[in-house]
């Protein structure tokens, strides 16, 4: 009985902007760039379309700086950006998405049943300049989890990756080694899941807390009530994971069914 709140999705510090949301609702879902061209992902920055018009991805920057790339920071521009590989993580279309963060992702994540949902939330922009905020954008219900390390057995290893063909993790694996060297949690999705057509759910509140200088983001008090949340903390910052105490048809019936929902369709919009 349990949700879990994954932020992901491109922004400022890897794409050097912010997904476009639009005053339709509609919205970018751009995945992170790669860290690495070692990988199977087809999908590039000059190759993924925007929803909101003509377009692609690399339309949104002109630089990026993925890390590492052969062994340290490199500026990537011009048709060399256009070419760049995607770490497509959510895959929204194959219902999978990894993981090796270790500030409370992987715990949390290998946690999970079968039922339970991980939401994605991400950072998103209205074009006419207002404040940014971290939106939910989307979801997949848990069929099953898979956790491997460099210390499973190569042979378990590499089976694992090879039945999970379509996660941004086991495309950048080589000959069953990890990318890193890092414990991965692969979680495989099931109906209902995928990403909104429009109308994310805001979760962030920017302001400037009690016994603090400056502004900072913090999820919205009236999201912590609604989805209980019980650990990640208030600061939104760093993209914590966050785990809310809640079944997953309740969260369902909260948010609603990806490609039905409304303006209207959960208990905090905004």
Not at 9 to 31: K, M, Q
Not at 141 to 153: G, I
Not at 157 to 170: D, S
Not at 217 to 233: D, F, H
Request: proline share 7%; net charge negative.
């Amino acid at each position: 009985m349990t949700v879990v709140l994954a932020g992901v999705g491109a922004d400022s510090t890897n794409l050097g902007a912010l997904g476009p949301l639009y005053d339709d609702g509609r919205f970018e879902y751009v995945p992170i760039p790669e860290k690495t061209r070692a990988t199977d992902e087809t999908e590039t920055l000059g190759s993924w379309p925007l929803r909101g018009g003509d377009g692609v991805a690399a339309d949104l920057t002109t630089r990026i700086e993925p890390q590492p790339v052969r062994g340290g920071r490199e500026t990537v521009t011009g048709d060399e950006l256009e070419s760049w590989p995607l770490h497509r993580d959510p895959n929204f279309e194959a219902l999978t998405y990894g993981e090796h963060r270790t500030s409370g992702y992987v715990s949390r994540l290998r946690a999970l049943e079968p039922g339970d949902v991980v939401g994605f939330y991400a950072g998103l922009r209205r074009p006419g300049g207002d404040r940014a905020h971290r939106y939910l954008i989307g979801y997949v219900t848990v069929d099953s989890v898979a956790v491997v390390s460099p210390e499973t057995p190569p042979e378990t290893r590499r089976a694992v990756l090879e039945a999970h063909p379509e996660n941004a993790h086991a495309k950048r694996a080589r000959d069953g080694e990890l990318y890193l060297e890092k414990p991965v949690v692969i979680v495989d999705g099931r109906e209902p899941g995928g990403l909104f057509d429009r109308h994310p759910i805001r979760l962030s509140d920017y302001y400037v807390r009690e016994g603090n200088v400056r502004a900072q983001y913090y999820l919205r008090e009236e999201i912590e009530t609604a989805w209980n949340v019980r650990t990640g903390g208030a600061n939104m910052m760093y993209k914590p994971a966050y785990r809310c105490e809640l079944s997953g048809e309740a969260f369902r019936e909260l948010i609603g069914v990806p490609g039905e929902r409304t303006a209207d369709a959960a208990v905090v919009d905004g």
